[in-house]
């Protein structure tokens, strides 16, 4: 899948809410700007991809305790070159969690968003603040298997009652799209 290809994706892609239609026609501004939006060359602005994994029932959901945001979240990553996108949130997934079982409820994308980056150090590199477009693919997997986080990218993996993310994310500019998560998979049961 080529960046046109990519474009075409997301401008067929249904928005769910008013931040997703803003955040689709900004998707579509950037392609219609930038060269390369797969990799981390483009220090501006590119492409990421997120696995919201759920237990079947939907009731927990599994987080990350992230370095750099010092906060429990989801897992994923740079797209790094890979225009497989679903690809990309499952690889993030099973790295991040130890979990090599995920599975996608669709090959559809489930959500979008345009996200911002504030400036951090990773692995003693400066980065500054830039914006990520992260793809969000439903996930499924299962609570009873053993988690084996990622140290060096993560602190921890653990479950969580997916009702109550408010009491547990630090980084609270993510709470809404962790709600649009939820209620969105609602329709999924």
Known sequence: MNDK???????????WNEQERKDQMLILQAFDHFDDLLTRANTIIHLCASPWILS?????VLLIYHRI???WGWSGGH?????????????EGKEETGISSLQLA???LFAIDVLSVPRHKKKGEQISSHLHINVTYLVYGDPSLPLVYKADEVKGARW???AHLD????????LPVYDKLNEK???FK
């Not at 290809?5 to 928005?15: E, I, M, N, Q, W």
């Open 5 to 15: 290809d990519l474009r075409t994706l997301f401008a067929s892609y249904v928005p």
């Open 56 to 60: 079947r029932d939907h009731k927990q």
């Open 69 to 71: 945001y010092d906060s």
């Open 79 to 91: 797209c790094d070159g890979d225009p497989d996108l679903s690809a990309v949130a499952l690889r």
């Open 106 to 108: 669709s090959e559809e």
């Open 160 to 162: 969580f009652d997916a």
């Open 167 to 174: 009491s547990i994310v630090q980084e609270k500019a993510m």
């Open 185 to 187: 998979a609602r329709m």
